[in-house]
């Protein structure tokens, strides 16, 4: 079955850089996903990478996909308080459902 | 629409009650799914509507919940005889047949259970 882990929390400083990580268990993954929920608010989006990529980036966005070890990051450049959001990320298997991790939060600090 | 609308935003109901949350999906987004967000969980899936396939139940946790999605359009999630355990963030989310480009997803239905 598929099983997604993330760390709970992450604080760093305005304008430094973020690094979120994720692991997953499931090696028929077709696509990996990172959304962002603000308060309140449902789960936007914010980029994807396919399984036969091992990088893709999107502006401030990074994201690293380590296959052979089911590792995936994202990387947020010079973080903004505005990025302060608990972070999911989730994998696609063949069957199209999306098993996302528990969420990362992360707090951004002045 | 131009997105995924979810009614109500809030729902307080008194334990035993039955409770039906709506979702409208984005326009032709074949793909429907319902996900419940526990406090300081990830997302549970419930679940999955395509088309005219019959629907994947498999994350539904009880014979309490059932959803039945009216014209391959809007959805309504239905919870009998409402319990404590109940209460969470219910999200609704839609995707284009592809799927490739992930979920959108609604703001979702707090539902509290009291």
């Known amino acids: 079955g598929e099983d997604v882990e993330q760390s709970l929390f992450l604080s760093v400083r305005e304008g430094d850089s973020s690094v979120i990580n994720c692991t997953y268990t499931?090696?028929?993954?077709?696509?990996l996903y990172w959304y962002k929920q603000e308060p309140g608010a449902g789960l936007q989006l914010l980029t994807y990478?396919?399984?036969?990529?091992d990088m893709k980036q999107d502006q401030r966005l990074t994201v690293l996909l380590n296959k052979k070890d089911k590792h995936l990051s994202l990387r947020i450049a010079d973080t903004q308080t505005g990025d302060s959001a608990i972070y999911f990320c989730?994998?696609?298997?063949?069957?199209?459902?999306?098993?996302f991790g528990a969420g990362t939060t992360v707090t951004v600090r002045a | 629409g131009a997105g995924v609308s979810q009614s109500p935003s809030n729902k307080v109901t008194e334990k035993g009650k039955d409770v039906e949350l709506r979702c409208d999906p984005i326009?032709?987004?074949?793909?429907l799914y319902w996900y419940r967000q526990s406090l300081g969980q990830g997302l549970e899936f419930l679940i999955y509507f395509q088309g005219n396939s019959a629907p994947d139940k498999s994350g539904l946790p009880s014979d309490r919940f059932s959803a039945e999605r009216t014209g391959g359009s809007v959805s309504t999630l239905t919870i009998q005889r409402t319990q404590q355990e109940d209460s969470a963030v219910y999200l609704c989310a839609s995707s284009p047949p592809d799927q490739v480009g992930g979920y959108t997803f609604g703001s979702g239905t707090r539902l509290t259970v009291v």
């Open positions: 326009s032709g987004h074949t793909a």
């Open positions: 989730a994998e696609m298997a063949d069957d199209y459902k999306l098993s």
């Open positions: 499931d090696s028929s993954s077709t696509y």
């Open positions: 990478i396919f399984s036969n990529m």
